[in-house]
């Protein structure tokens, strides 16, 4: 019996538009061998009438029906993005989905005495929210289910350095006071956050300069970001919620590492979590053994383990030498020159074949889900250790989940014995299939504001119209009214 909350299931929702990353390569002349290494497979494309409201509130709907949810006994339902379209309602757009669909079903609406909230950190908000449900169920909550659903929309100008790491999709989280999968275990988890600057934002002001978006005819969420610099902030953050989450922890760092079942992490695309966890593995060598823990991975390289260290123990302040120096400053140079030595040693492939490999063949498929990227991994895993017939009954999943800015959350997730019995109805495989390839014509339409007609229908729920209405009598400009396409 788990003495925490933590999760019951798992529900992925994707679009059906589909981009292969190796199609897009030979659109834009990019090398597909070198695109599949670093970013994935393919990536999720929404259509007209989807948003990040409809993709929550399917991949809801499928979790309650999945996993036989009374909708009554629901007493938090959370959301989180970084793609909402209202700066005032949150979550509750997706219940106001759901009570017109549940009853149509054959079901309960969700329960009126229900806490709706939304959270927004960048790519985190879907892991702050989800230590809310478990804190929920652990006080006021308890004898209650919390549901929390990540859903986002990355989609970056076409011809930009982002544009393959687009993607779209929501994961749906069942949690429980008795979890069937796995509780999360919040006493020994870390947290780190620090101001960043011009780490990737959305400023809403962006939408009315001249220079913004100018090729397109619509509304979009382009970020704006500076990607050596970002990544710096990840590996930093990452680090650093490590760090903290030691802080709980006793014993070595390495014998933890060794023990871990798995490692699941916030995935913007499949190069960026073997550089967070090769820079974790070489900065936790130094905070288990100092300098001397250093020396044999600086072996063969000019690299010298005093001035790895003392970088390590550093605290610089990112922000402010960009602003002094430019985006390309580090302020770790040589340990991130030994941490790409690392990533290429033996040791490393050991460890990211036995703890990076599970729910990878999943998640290549995805894209970038923004606060669905953390989530979708840990289903992802799940699903397939179940497959493999993999023993993780009372293991440790370590969750590492980042959101630019910056922030981060690491997190001991505890296999319950009983996980399998979940596991066998998650169902991301069959989530990801029926999918429609999109042309080039068709996806360059799309992403420009100017759909062609001949795209496949929607199902699930949509945007069936728009208010216009701005009047002394009735106001709906901008409100989005939906349906359920079936």
């Known amino acids: 019996m788990s003495n925490a909350p933590g999760i019951s299931g798992f529900s992925l929702r994707v ?33 007209p009438q989807q948003n990040a ?28 993005t970084e793609s909402s379209t209202d700066n005032a309602a949150g979550a509750v757009l997706v219940r106001g989905m759901l009570d017109e669909a549940l009853p149509a079903r054959g079901r309960a609406p969700i329960a009126r005495a229900c806490e709706v909230p939304e959270f927004k950190h960048a790519c985190l908000g879907g892991v702050y929210a ?49 979890p069937a999968l796995c509780s999360l275990d919040l006493a020994h988890s870390g947290s780190a956050s620090a101001y960043r600057g011009i780490d990737f934002r959305k400023p809403f002001a962006r939408h009315r300069a001249p220079s913004y978006a100018a090729s397109t005819q619509r ?17 930093e953050a990452t ?73 390590i123990v550093s605290t610089p302040d990112l922000f402010a030498q960009v602003q002094a120096e430019g985006v390309s400053a580090s302020a770790f140079p040589s340990f991130m020159a030994l941490t790409r030595t690392f990533r290429r040693s033996a040791a490393f492939k050991a460890f990211a074949a036995d703890k990076l490999r599970l729910g990878n063949r999943i ?8 606060t669905a990227s953390l989530p979708a991994w840990l289903g992802a895993a799940f699903e397939t250790a179940y497959a493999e017939e993999r023993d993780l009954a009372e293991r440790t999943i370590l969750a590492v989940g980042y959101g630019s800015g910056d922030a981060a959350e690491a997190i001991p997730l505890q296999v319950v014995p009983q996980w399998r019995e979940a596991a066998a109805k998650l169902g991301f495989a069959e ?30 729920f949509v945007i069936s119209r728009v208010g216009e209405t701005y009047e002394d009598r009735f106001q709906d400009l901008g409100i989005d009214y939906y349906d359920f396409a079936g």
């Not at 509304?219 to 590996?235: R, W």
Request: glycine residues 10%; hydrophobic residues 40%.
């Open 15 to 47: 679009p059906q538009l589909r981009v292969p990353l190796g199609t897009w390569a030979d659109w834009t002349g990019a090398d597909p061998g070198k695109i599949e290494a670093v970013v994935g497979r393919s990536f999720r494309v929404c259509s």
């Open 239 to 311: 680090v650093r919620a490590i760090d903290a989450m030691f802080d709980r922890i006793e014993g070595s760092r390495a014998a933890f590492f060794e023990r871990l079942a798995s490692v699941c992490c916030h995935r913007p695309y499949e190069h960026m979590p073997m550089q967070a966890m090769a820079s974790a593995l070489v900065w936790s060598a130094a905070r288990d053994s100092g300098a001397e823990g250093l020396a044999p991975m600086c072996e063969g390289t000019d690299l010298d383990p005093e001035a790895v260290y003392a970088e």
């Open 53 to 80: 409201y409809t993709l929550a509130a399917d991949a809801v709907l499928d979790l309650i029906e999945r996993f036989d949810v009374d909708p009554s006994d629901i007493g938090m339902l959370a959301l989180g």
């Open 219 to 235: 509304l979009h969420d382009f970020p704006i970001f500076n990607g050596a610099y970002s990544t710096q902030c990840y590996v």
């Open 431 to 460: 989530s990801l299939a029926g999918a429609h390839d999109l042309t080039r014509a068709q996806y360059e339409g799309l992403h420009d504001g100017q759909p062609t007609d001949d795209l496949p229908g929607d199902t699930g």
């Open 363 to 370: 998640t290549a498929d995805l894209g970038n889900l923004y």
């Open 130 to 178: 989800l230590k809310a449900a478990a804190r929920y169920l652990a006080a006021d909550g308890r004898g209650r289910r919390a549901i929390v659903v990540a859903s986002d929309i990355a989609e970056y100008e076409r011809g930009s350095t982002g544009e393959q790491t687009q993607g779209a999709g929501a994961v749906a989280m069942l949690l429980d006071t008795e």
